[in-house]
């Protein structure tokens, strides 16, 4: 492993915040699984994504603009290269969300973790005037009909795709330019994204309230299950469709040039741009066709949403029916639906669109490497303020690049503590990846997570840790994943249910498997390392729980 005793930090990480002390891992996994790459990091992330995130914040009230720095805002944090989301400024918008408290979210981000500090209450973060912006957004969330400006994003995002020049013409100065274009977009877009994120708490949390007060809580996640147009189900749906073709007739080649031209810019870790993806490694997408090849035709995505839609239509109907003599909760009911469904679909179309444009800066340095004799991962070592100096003589940084990059490896070995409060262990105290001593589970434990899509599912699990390589996954067994981005999801298509290690209400993870009718669990502590392969589990997406029912 790399001496981190003469650095302990690395290049791209940030000063800790005194004013907003506590950063987590909780959620940030399922966005930046890995350490993400300095050109990630400098040219995507920190004037775009990061900068959309802290317009977001101050947009919808949780701060105002002189409490978070200007270049470095305290949304978000990055150590070790991992990224962190700010749990103090999470509290804060608990502390001033109308209806809410600081509570209330630490249930959301961290549950019973044991080593998250206690929130302790400042006088500043008493704010009748942010207060009463957060409950202007919410109202917003609350009767919006539609949100056209995702719809305005997805035209751009997809403008950016159809409008790709021949890169392999551009010399290293055009693909910069190309590369730096995106970042106003990344910003605007992300800022969409993570409004329409925080509007899919409001009216679930709404529906829960009146689930509960009818004596039947079990409702509130059927209310929202199978809603249809949700983006990121889609590749899902075209893959189930391309494994009933012959891989090698000429429907199937079609059909499959067509897949990468729409969805080439999904795949694992897709959000930094050193990552291969759909278009850049296609074999990452037929091995998930493949995967999905011996599950028979009654097990189709489509089949599946439907028999849930009917579900949840049928427990719409007998919402209406209880509160027919209750107007005005029937009418708070159903613009709580309806927020519900518009908001869960917009998260996932948000995250798509600037999925798409990300992706562009990816196909530039990728086309820059190329033309420079570096690899991918090489190029994506250098930083933005590098950029100038590479292009007038990349021979210069071939030394630089070269360490950089095995200094960067060594960080995927490191586990990012889960908690950072105040200040950050240097490097070379962090704990090495495969160090866990998660005890494996008994027969008949109960393990218990997050609610995630509804449903009982009793089956054998099978533990997968890289959507790469998915073939060991039979049709019908419980996928046991670590994570779930847009490389997972396809693989929960053959599955009989789904359990996951990290994840929240709103994570891709259950947005996806609630519009492919699949019993989902997620926020399960180390269930890849607890539940063994062959074990015979029960999945009960509605109560949030595991039960071992027999081991291998």
């Known amino acids: 492993m790399t001496d981190f005793r003469i650095s302990d930090r690395w290049i791209t990480d940030w000063q800790t915040s005194d004013r907003f002390p506590v950063y987590t891992r909780a959620n940030a996994g399922e966005v930046l699984p890995d350490p993400c790459s300095p050109l990630g990091w400098t040219v995507c992330w920190e004037p775009g994504v990061v900068l959309g995130w802290r317009d977001s914040q101050i947009g919808a009230g949780t701060c105002d603009e002189h409490e978070v720095d200007l270049v470095r805002p305290e949304v978000v944090g990055s150590f070790g290269g991992y990224l962190y989301i700010n749990g103090s400024m999470a509290r804060l918008f608990g502390a001033r969300g109308p209806g809410l408290s600081p509570e209330m979210i630490d249930a959301v981000y961290f549950g019973a973790h044991p080593d998250v500090p206690p929130y302790v209450a400042e006088p500043w973060h008493d704010s009748p005037s942010n207060t009463a912006k957060l409950g202007e957004w ?3 969330v609350m009767t919006a009909d539609s949100l056209p400006h995702l719809m305005a994003d997805q035209a751009e995002s997809k403008a950016a795709r159809a409008s790709r020049p021949d890169l392999s013409a551009l010399d ?3 693909l910069i330019a190309r590369m730096r274009s995106f970042i106003p977009a990344m910003r605007r877009m992300f800022t969409h994204h993570l409004d329409t ?3 899919t708490s409001i009216g679930p949390g709404a529906l829960g309230g009146i689930a509960a007060a009818l004596g039947d809580p079990s409702l509130a996640l059927t209310l929202i299950t199978s809603i249809g147009d949700v983006d990121s189900a889609a590749p899902s749906n075209a893959m189930w469709k391309l494994s009933r073709l012959p891989a090698d007739s000429a429907e199937y080649k079609a059909g499959f040039a067509a897949f990468i031209d729409e969805f080439g810019s999904r795949g694992p870790n897709e959000w930094d741009i050193r990552s291969d993806v759909w278009e850049t490694k296609p074999a990452l997408a037929t091995s998930l066709i ?3 090849r011996a599950a028979p035709d009654s097990e189709s995505p489509e089949i599946r949403n439907e028999r849930n ?6 427990a719409e109907a007998k919402v209406r029916e209880a509160l027919a003599g209750q107007p005005e909760v029937l009418g708070q009911f159903e613009m709580a639906l309806r927020s519900s469904h518009l908001f869960l679909a ?4 948000a995250k798509t669109n600037i999925i798409k444009v990300l992706h562009e800066v990816r196909m530039a340095a990728f086309a820059m490497a190329a033309r420079t004799g570096y690899t991918n991962s090489q190029i994506c070592m250098l930083l933005n303020d590098e950029l100038d100096a590479f292009a007038n003589d990349p021979d210069e940084f071939r030394a630089r690049l070269a360490q950089r990059e095995r200094q ?9 503590p889960f908690i950072v409060h105040r200040s950050v262990p240097p490097l070379s105290e962090w704990s090495r990846k495969g160090e866990s001593r998660a005890a494996v ?6 393990l218990t997570g997050m609610s995630g899509a509804p449903g009982t599912y009793t089956g054998k699990a099978r533990v997968i840790l890289d959507p790469a390589d998915p073939l060991a996954l039979e049709p019908g067994e419980v996928l046991i994943a670590p994570l779930t981005d847009p490389a997972w999801t396809p693989l929960f298509v053959p599955a009989g249910a789904v359990v996951v290690n990290v994840g929240a209400l709103v994570s891709h993870a259950i947005i996806v498997s609630r519009e492919l009718g699949i019993p989902c669990v997620v926020s399960v502590t180390d269930a890849t390392e607890r539940i063994p392969d062959g074990a015979i589990i029960t999945v009960d997406g509605t109560t949030g729980t595991v039960t071992v029912v027999s081991l291998p």
Do not use: I, N
């Not at 589970?441 to 109960?446: A, D, F, R, S």
């Open 138 to 140: 919410m109202v917003g």
């Open 346 to 349: 917009g998260r996932e179309r």
């Open 309 to 314: 839609a009917a579900t949840r239509r049928a």
């Open 290 to 292: 493949d995967a999905m």
């Open 172 to 174: 290293e100065t055009a």
């Open 408 to 416: 960067y490896l060594e960080l995927f070995q490191l586990e990012p």
């Open 197 to 199: 994120t925080g509007g």
């Open 441 to 446: 589970v008994t027969k008949g434990e109960v």
